[in-house]
Structures are given as C-alpha cells and as structure tokens.
C-alpha cells in the first residue's frame, strides 16, 4: 500500500494525505452481507452518554465479518478485495463451490483469484486458518481465537501480526503486536500472515471535518471550563491545573493511571506487560 500526498493549495490540503487504495479491486460491496448499522452518539440505552466526543459521521452499512471460518477444508476463491468503513483493514469477499459467500479481513498478499482453505490440515499459507497446535513455531499470525469457537477476537486491526513463540502443556505463547506476552490455548484458531493496509498508521487527516466523517466531536480543554465543570477550570486567564498532576472531569488521575482490575481472571494469561513488567 502507498499514500497520496496532496501539494498545500490550501490549509486544509497541506501534509494532508490518503491511502492509494490500489489493492482494492472491487467497488461494491456484496448486498447480502450488509446490515444497518444504527447510531447512538455514545449513548447507553438510558440516554446517558457514557462514551463522550460522539456523534455525526457519516452513514455506513457493517459488513458481516466471518471471524469464526468454521467452513473446514473448502476451497474458498477470494472474489475481491473491499473498503470497509468499520474497521482500518480491508476485507476480502470469498466465494465458495456451494455458492455462499463471506467476509474475512484480508491479510497482506492476498490477491484475487486465490483460493484459501480453513482446518487443521491447510497448508501455512496466507490466509489460511488453523489451529494454533497446527502452525509451526516463529510464524507470524493474526485473526486468533480467545475462547475456542467464539471466533476471532485479537490482532485484526490494520497491520497488526502476532508471532507464534512456543507451544507447551495445552498452551501458545504469543507476542502479540502490542508486545505483551500472552498464552492462548492450542485449540484456538488464527490466520497465517499479517492483515493488510500496513501503512495506515501514516495517513494524515489534514483537517478537522475528516475527524467529523468518522463519527468523532470536538474535545474541550478542561482549563477553559468553569470549575463547575472541570477540575482545571476556573482563575483569571491561563491557570495552572491546580493539582499535582492533570485529572479527567472526575477527578482520576488522566496520566499514568491504571484501571485495569487486578483480580481480572485473564491475569494468568499474561506471561510479560506491554510496559515490560
């Protein structure tokens, strides 16, 4: 993948840049796999706003991701490779000779016209789905199962791959693309390769009203607030924030603050933190 890089016309057009889309290879998407997608603003079914800077953006339709691949030892052709405005991967139609069709995230190499296959047996192979006791040591996977059966839940976004390291006692030991260290059962599934649109992490929005197509409001500084309102607002002009570190509008610590719960029971599940502790 590649990005285009506008020439500054305009404000809004300087160090603005896309992606060259030159992998995609089909336009539409496939009517059958489209559901609506509603909107809520960050709103629970209360009406209370529990996710905030929510609202707007611009209508789109959830393609029907199959992350659970449970048609074993198919051949499935991949019938093109699609935008998805849900996700920053993109996505490959497969077709198979029963004539159903599915959704998968497309990993990088993938092309169309290839036929990929999913069960214990498949060869290692872009885009192929197996058991992690079936992939060898050192390869580098994405899609991987939690809970066996449940379907896909880790390493999906764009450009993300996690490293297969060892295999003992009923357990795989992963790096995952965070660089935690994290064991997963060997009866979970995952794909060899890593998803597609690597260079998403480059694009450059360039100015405020793309933030607004995503769906994403303006964010207030809480120094400019009243003190009604925020714990840094208030005092005449700019103020210091009054505290021995910045807070969010409740009061908890917004820098360094970890809120993760100590007695999660995936804890144990976690060989080495991110942080390397």
């Known amino acids: 993948m590649a990005t285009i890089k506008y020439k500054p016309t305009t404000p809004s057009r300087r160090n603005m840049s896309v992606p060259s889309f030159e992998e995609i290879t089909k336009f539409s998407p496939e009517k059958s796999l489209l559901v ?3 909107k809520h603003a960050g709103r629970n079914s ?12 611009n209508k789109v339709k959830y393609r029907i991701i199959d992350f659970k691949r449970q048609t074993l030892n198919a051949p499935a052709t991949v019938l093109g490779i699609e935008y998805d405005p ?3 991967a993109y996505i490959a139609l497969l077709g198979y000779e029963d004539g159903t069709k599915s959704y998968i995230i497309a990993p990088e190499g993938l092309k169309t016209g290839d036929v ?3 069960g214990a047996d498949s060869d290692i192979k872009v885009g192929n789905t197996l058991p992690l006791e079936n992939i060898p ?4 996977i994405h899609n991987v199962e939690v809970n066996p059966g449940k379907g896909a839940q880790l390493v999906r976004a764009a450009g993300a791959a996690a490293q297969l390291l060892a295999k003992e006692n009923g357990m795989a030991t992963l790096r995952m693309p965070s660089g935690e ?4 059962r060997l009866n979970c599934t995952a794909t060899i390769g890593v998803v597609g649109n690597i260079e998403h992490n480059t694009v450059k929005l360039g100015k405020a009203g793309k933030t607004r197509h995503l769906g994403i409001r303006p964010t207030v500084r809480g120094s400019v607030m009243n003190p009604c309102d925020h714990p840094h607002g208030g005092g005449e002009g700019k103020s210091p924030v009054g505290h021995p570190g910045p ?3 409740w009061g908890k610590p917004a820098l360094g603050y970890k809120t ?3 007695k999660a029971r995936t804890n144990k599940f976690i060989v080495k933190r991110r942080n390397g502790k």
């Open 36 to 38: 609506i997608k509603k």
């Open 46 to 57: 209360y009406g209370k706003i529990t996710v905030r800077h929510q609202g707007g953006g």
């Open 86 to 88: 849900n996700r920053t």
């Open 116 to 118: 990929i296959y999913s």
């Open 137 to 140: 040591v050192g390869t580098m």
């Open 181 to 184: 260290y994290r064991l997963i």
């Open 247 to 249: 807070v969010t509008p």
């Open 260 to 262: 993760r719960n100590k």
